[in-house]
């Protein structure tokens, strides 16, 4: 929807085809934690994510504008709690970017979130603050249907599609589980079920995305303001929202396409956030989930051209597609457009998976 957007921008006409109801996969599963100084990425991704990151506010408020649509974004930061390697690693591109204030190793805990038991949980590791947002998800893509909606952009939900349409060696469409439709130029968007999409006489395409599953749980906090940093460590994410709402995740399992909860796994979410947070115990339920982040073997997006004309990608993001959509949408509209992207998108190319 973000990339819709900024090709509608650009005078595009646009129509999103989606298999079920838009935004509803992936993103809506999402915690939303934006990643300003992504030392936990893999290199190659962390400029694409400092941009983004850096992007998101003006993004937000054009969205809220055009939808009218209130998003929860927070600024207040994030606590992470990491080991003697992360915290040099941290500390290298720290120096690396020149940002001399991206962090800093929390000396008083205590002082700055009263509730939580740091010490007791991760006596071996180091709190760093980090000055990063996080934002609400579900607001994004109703603000994101919204906005695109108002812009006069087109949705097909509810239709699966099935096949790329080549004529003349070019895309020229796409078939889906109920019709077709023509279009000057393809993207498939399709996150985890990518790689599904057969490209007509020529067979599979060749995109390795693959579901990686993560269960979540929410609660709302005995008071507003019990946790108001996002938290981190190795065994759990505390994110809290302005209303109240804590989420707490997540698991990573190669499961395929379940999206089914388990029990156990939200019940050790649960024990890992009260092990942090011990007046957790009076949150009150709300509800649980799991979503299917689009992994690929290399833990990096495919964004760009493919080998067939007329055919782009912008996939795969894994952790991050909330976090990447402003950038995503910004250099892919670029692509499409048959200009140079502001960011170098050689390490995500989809000609690393040819053959």
């Not at 934006?34 to 983004?52: H, I, K, Q, V």
């Not at 649509?69 to 020149?98: H, T």
């Not at 079920?193 to 060749?206: A, F, H, N």
Request: proline share 6%; with cysteine.
């Amino acid at each position: 929807m973000s990339l819709a957007i900024e090709l509608n921008k650009r005078g595009a006409k646009v129509l999103i085809v989606e298999k079920g109801e838009p935004g509803r996969e992936a993103s809506w599963a999402a915690g939303g934690m934006l990643a300003d100084f992504p030392f936990e990425m893999p290199p190659a991704l962390r400029g694409l994510a400092t941009a983004s990151a850096r992007m998101y506010p003006e993004f937000v408020r054009q969205l809220e504008d055009e939808s009218r649509l209130k998003i929860d974004l927070r600024d207040k930061g994030a606590l992470v709690f990491v080991n003697d390697a992360e915290l040099s690693s941290a500390r290298n591109l720290a120096a690396e970017m020149r940002l001399e204030n991206a962090f800093r190793v929390v000396e008083g805990l205590s002082d700055l979130e009263p509730a939580l038991d740091g010490p007791k949980a991760c006596v071996h590791l180091t709190p760093l603050l980090l000055h990063e947002r996080s934002v609400d998800p579900r607001h994004l893509t109703a603000a994101a249907i919204a906005a695109a909606k108002h812009r006069g952009i087109d949705f097909s939900s509810g239709n699966k599609v099935t096949e790329l349409r080549i004529h003349g060696g070019k895309v020229d469409g796409v078939r889906t589980s109920k019709t077709q439709f023509s279009a000057d130029k393809v993207v498939n968007c399709a996150g985890a079920w990518s790689g599904q999409i057969q490209s007509g006489q020529l067979g599979p395409t060749s995109l390795p995305t693959r579901p990686v599953k993560g269960q979540m749980l929410c609660v709302v906090m005995p008071s507003k303001e019990l946790i108001r940093h996002v938290v981190r460590t190795p065994d759990v994410y505390l994110i809290p929202r302005s209303d109240g709402r804590m989420l707490i995740g997540a698991t990573q399992e190669e499961v395929g396409f379940d999206k089914r909860t388990v029990p156990e796994a939200i019940q050790k979410l649960r024990k890992a956030a009260l092990e942090l947070v011990p007046k957790m115990a009076e949150a009150r339920f709300l509800e649980d989930w799991a979503g299917l982040r689009p992994g690929t073997p290399d833990n990096l997006p495919i964004l760009g051209t493919t080998g067939m004309p007329n055919y782009f990608v912008a996939t795969g993001h894994f952790r991050d597609g909330i976090l990447l959509a402003p950038v995503t949408a910004r250099v892919m509209a670029q692509v499409v457009s048959g200009e140079k992207p502001a960011l170098d998108l050689a390490a995500c190319a989809a000609t690393r998976f040819a053959g």
